[in-house]
């Protein structure tokens, strides 16, 4: 997730944001082992459940999110992505609701609160079984973030970490990368060949049952995520000025919430 301080929230939740130069980290698949969606055969082809809209400022998100972000991130070998309409009601946008076996992606007007983008996934075990990830209009509509390159920076993190993709570092050519100084660039609006290896890295074993497209599990907790100004929810297991804090409510039965939070610059 991307935050203003900006905050990511699995169900495991996450965040965005971007900056610098230097060697990309060596690593940089989220939890331990990594999460990732169980699957049987690669690539395998995620569904993206579009509930995005135009925003006020004329911001083209469904654009953004089918021509680019879903374009790119199906350079991987491993994994596609495919848009399937969902509800672009306010109501439904705000909430953004989880599917099972799917990841929803929305834009709302989520309040001052600190984060540009959230990205929420619930897993069982290390798979993930369904996500969410969202963009915070409120500060889109402002100058200061009204920018293209900022705004699929953010959508392309944010949809990169329900495949199980933490942050990198230390990069400017990766919309993976955690601090804010490359928020703008048009370098770092899409994933580098780093991003696509660490992927082929993750989902290089295969799983005997898949979580791709599943609809008749329940990972628990399984409605909207948690709230836009959501901070407090589990215990904190670490925290860094420069990646976050990370939070975890265990649901039980191997299910767990885990909450990342990325302060912008």
């Not at 980290?25 to 690539?43: E, K």
């Not at 660490?198 to 497209?213: A, N, P, R």
Request: charged share 15%; glycine share 10%.
């Amino acid at each position: 997730m991307l935050r203003v301080r900006s905050l990511a929230v699995i169900a495991l939740t996450v965040a965005l944001v971007a900056v610098g130069s230097a060697p990309a980290s060596a690593s940089h698949s989220w939890g331990t082992p990594a999460y990732h969606w169980g699957r049987t055969a690669n690539p395998f082809t995620l569904q993206l459940v579009d509930s995005t809209a135009v925003a006020a400022d004329g911001t083209n998100w469904p654009s953004i999110l089918a021509s680019n972000v879903s374009t790119d991130w199906t350079v991987s070998t491993v994994l596609d992505t495919t848009i399937v309409s969902g509800s672009t009601a306010f109501k439904d946008r705000k909430q953004c609701k989880a599917v099972l076996g799917k990841v929803r992606v929305c834009n709302a007007t989520y309040g001052f609160n600190g984060w540009l983008g959230l990205a929420t996934i619930w897993i069982s075990g290390s798979h993930i079984v369904q996500g969410t990830a969202k963009v915070n209009d409120m500060y889109f509509n402002t100058s200061t973030y009204n920018d293209p390159n900022a705004e699929r920076h953010v959508l392309c993190q944010e949809v990169g970490h329900t495949f199980g993709l933490g942050h990198q570092t230390d990069v400017n050519d990766s919309c993976m990368n955690d601090a804010g100084s490359t928020l703008f660039l048009v370098s770092a609006v899409s994933p580098n060949q780093h991003d696509y290896e660490q992927l082929v890295t993750i989902y290089t074993h295969l799983d005997t049952t898949t979580t791709v497209g599943v609809t008749t599990s329940s990972p628990g907790r399984s409605g909207a995520a948690p709230a836009p100004g959501f901070q407090e929810d589990g215990t904190p297991v670490g925290a860094s000025p420069e990646r976050g804090n990370v939070y975890v409510t265990d649901l039980g039965g191997g299910r767990r919430i885990v909450t990342f939070i990325t302060w912008a610059r």
